[in-house]
């Protein structure tokens, strides 16, 4: 598909989405989100499309929303302004929701709203020389776009507290330490390295990851119980389908299970 602000580009079975304003350090604008959303939803729907790698054009992997394209925060005033942070989340909220694995290979700095983005995805690929970065506490305001309630979850509270109102930096080590990135990747290789990622992924049955990705997802909030009967009722919709028993039957056969997505 041909976007003004997306690279979008199909590798075996991977959608490589690369956000392309290198000279704002891939900040988004209107367009740009709304070229996220149009990318989002039509990855949702191809049967064909096994992972989704989004990684940025040039050395920034992204730095978020471009602020000089919002006007002036303060005249569009606090209604106006939750309505332009929903229209944010709601992009990211897509992501997490996408029922295949998602991955951001960052390239380099993902600060603020780009910490966010790469939040959103299931697996975070990380180049030795990028890092991450909450700048908010600076200019007065907090992460609103899932900085604050999913970095939490990642880190737990100390550390979300520590990156948050501390505004520390973030490099690969420390974040790989942290459980914020998946792998730690040479300088220039994160999209090769999330591509082998996803390679490996595409080993298992695709309805069986986005079914674990759904139920995972939705066991972050919700109580034990509740997450044990999500998990009874997902394995119960997996168990009809044609990949079960192509698992099955390639498991006794000692061969590679052909994998339809059905």
């Known amino acids: 598909m041909s976007y003004e602000h997306l690279l979008s580009e199909d590798r075996d079975g991977v959608r490589v989405l690369t956000l392309n304003r290198p000279q704002k350090f891939n900040s ?7 070229e996220m959303r149009d990318a989002v939803e039509d990855t949702a ?6 992972a989704l790698i989004i990684t940025g054009a040039g050395r920034a992997f992204s730095a978020g929303e471009d602020v000089s394209e919002m006007g002036d925060l303060t005249e569009m005033g606090t209604r106006g302004f939750r309505a332009v942070a929903r229209g944010i989340h709601s992009v990211f909220d897509l992501i ?4 295949v694995p998602v991955i951001a290979a960052v390239n380099g ?4 709203g780009g910490f966010e983005l790469a939040l959103s995805c299931d697996f975070r690929v990380i180049a030795e020389n990028a890092r991450f970065v909450m700048p908010e506490a600076k200019v007065g305001l907090i992460p609103g776009s899932g900085g604050c309630s999913r970095l939490v979850h990642y880190v737990g ?3 979300a507290k520590e990156l948050v109102m501390l505004s520390r930096n973030v490099g690969a080590d420390d ?3 942290m459980g914020l990135a998946t792998e730690v990747a040479p300088e220039g290789g994160a999209v090769d390295a999330a591509l082998e990622l996803a390679a490996e992924m595409s080993a298992f049955a695709p309805l069986a990851l ?3 990705k759904t139920v995972l997802n939705t066991c972050t909030d919700v109580d034990h119980e509740t997450g044990r009967r999500l998990e009874r009722l997902g394995q119960s919709v997996l168990k009809t389908t ?10 006794l056969e000692r061969r590679t299970p052909d994998w339809q997505g059905r």
């Open 45 to 50: 729907m191809a049967t064909g499309i096994r």
């Open 28 to 34: 988004w604008n209107a367009a740009m989100r709304a």
């Open 96 to 99: 997490e929701a996408l029922e």
């Open 157 to 159: 509270l100390g550390r």
């Open 175 to 177: 974040a790989k330490a």
């Open 210 to 212: 986005g079914m674990a």
């Open 109 to 112: 700095v993902a600060a603020g």
């Open 242 to 251: 044609a990949d079960h028993a192509e698992g099955a039957s390639a498991f």
